[in-house]
């Protein structure tokens, strides 16, 4: 088959992709920048890259019109909470209208469970979504699924962080709302399984796991998993705005998802039974199991996707990376060093590993607090962190940055600045002709720009220093002289 997957960076996408190649099929990845692409697709002949905006039409005639069944996983496009509503019906829209074009059977769309009549706005519109895409040229098969739990899932890691950050809770009341977790592992499976089967054309299904749990639940099991003892009290006083607050300062998610979390945390999310397990042979594993799971992947290094890549994390940057790849220089405060390099496979390796759990290499302690004051200052702070130890792609979360371009055969990685600043900033690091270049880029906005750029100038001169000098520093034998 040839199969179309939008979202292909996403969470779900990035996960999708490989089983289907690995199962003989044709993939089209749909991006809205290819410069986000996974590398390795570019050298696998079984993978065709598109770029394709489904809020700009004129984009859309770069996806090939064979296509047999196309995965729809686009979701809260939109960089702000205002108006991601009508952005997704916009989206769907266009991809209606293109596809019924085409030769394509099949659209299989991952939604969320939607089984009351107050909901959220976010599940609301994902309902909007699914009316929208209904169509008599095509087939719509709908998977709606609830709370997904897998390493690199959003509601993985805000309950990690809830439950390892703090041993005492005072929560909302919405915490003993009801839900059925799902295994990001049994989703693959039921979206995987799908494509193709006649039996589920216009039709959908409810996906969810075998458990019914409260959130307060699944935060105290997480906490037995781990070996924690954790106790939890829910109050009613707690308005939504707080609550928000109190998922922004104690979890590395932005404000803007813990509002559409909390918003969505309010409404019972419990699945219609039916007979989907036994028509795709998926028999869906417990939330213990799904959360053993999950760190066996974070122990090996193995997390394949993580909500903190999406642009969802985002505190500025929108998806067009080309826009930041060129670092301006006129207007600009710059602080440029250069080293030279005895052992270039060892120097990109630190680049390559630079912050989260390693760090800055040096003023680690001046990192954090710079963390901290975005934190309080509606950023983003560092507790993103990053996906992987030692690898990097563009796109990935690194702590409160984002990165716009990382290729190790060309010896350079760019990063762009994610926090709150009075302007933008870009930190470059490239190795040209056996010397390290390190350059920090700031382009101020208005007077409080160039303030902030001055109070910070003094402290650049050691951290930078610091930095740039345990890069190119000599690898240290373990060998025992």
């Known amino acids: 088959m040839k199969i179309l997957v939008t979202g292909s960076t996403g969470y779900i996408g990035k996960r999708l992709i490989p089983i289907l190649i690995n199962e003989g099929h044709q993939v089209v990845c749909a991006v809205r920048d290819k410069l986000r692409t996974d590398k390795t697709y570019l050298d ?3 993978i065709t890259i598109v770029e394709a905006d489904f809020l700009k039409w004129d984009t859309l005639k770069n996806i090939p019109k064979d296509i047999d069944v196309a995965y729809y996983l686009i979701h809260s496009m939109s960089n702000t909470s205002k108006d991601f509503e009508s952005l997704e019906a916009q989206c769907a829209e266009n991809f209606k209208v293109y596809f019924e074009s085409t030769q394509v059977k099949q659209v ?20 909007n979504v699914e009316d929208i895409l209904k169509s008599e040229n095509y087939a719509l098969t709908i ?6 739990v897998g390493s690199g899932s959003s509601s993985f890691e805000i309950i990690r962080d809830l439950v390892e950050k703090l041993p005492i809770m005072i929560a909302p009341k919405w915490l003993n709302t009801k839900t059925q977790p799902l295994a990001v592992r049994d989703v693959l499976a039921f979206l995987s399984k799908a494509k193709g089967k006649e039996e ?3 039709k959908n299904f409810d996906i969810f796991g075998p458990e019914i749990l409260t ?14 003892k954790r106790y939890i009290l829910t109050v009613p006083v707690m308005t939504p705005k707080l609550s ?5 300062f104690v979890t590395s998610t932005s404000y803007k998802l813990a509002s559409t979390l909390v918003d969505s945390m309010g409404v019972e999310i419990v699945g219609k039974p039916s007979n989907i397990n036994q028509l795709l042979h998926v028999n869906p594993i417990t939330y213990k199991e799904a959360v053993e799971l999950a760190f066996e992947k974070i122990e090996q290094n193995s997390i394949v996707s993580s909500w903190k890549d999406s642009m969802v994390s985002s505190g500025r940057l929108n998806n067009n990376f080309h ?19 005895q052992d270039e496979e060892t120097t990109i390796n630190r680049i390559w590993s630079i912050g989260g759990s390693t760090g800055w290499y040096y003023g680690n302690y001046l990192w954090k607090l710079r963390g901290y004051l975005d934190k309080l200052f509606g950023g983003i702070g560092l507790r993103r962190g990053r996906t992987h130890v030692s690898e990097l792609d563009t796109g990935d979360a690194l702590d409160f940055w984002r990165v716009i371009f990382a290729d190790k055969t060309q010896k350079k990685l760019l990063l762009y600045a994610e926090m709150k600043l009075p302007g933008e900033a870009w930190l470059e690091f490239k190795i040209e002709e056996g010397i390290l270049k390190q350059t920090a880029t700031f382009r101020p906005r208005g007077l409080a720009g160039r303030l902030y750029w001055y109070s910070v100038w003094p402290f650049h001169g050691f951290i930078f220093k610091g930095m740039i000098n345990k890069l190119v520093a000599p690898k240290v034998s373990n060998v025992l002289c």
């Open 323 to 341: 826009k930041y790849i060129n670092v301006p220089k006129y207007g600009c405060f710059t602080d440029y060093k250069e080293r030279g390099v």
């Open 244 to 248: 928000s607050y109190w998922l922004y």
């Open 44 to 46: 696998d002949e079984n």
């Open 215 to 228: 959130y307060k639940e699944m935060l105290l099991k997480f906490a037995k998993i781990r070996g924690l």
């Open 108 to 127: 299989i769309y991952l939604s969320g469970i939607t089984n009351q009549e107050n909901l959220s706005k976010h599940l609301q519109s994902r309902k």
């Open 200 to 202: 589920l054309y216009n």
């Open 143 to 148: 998977f709606k699924a609830g709370i997904i």
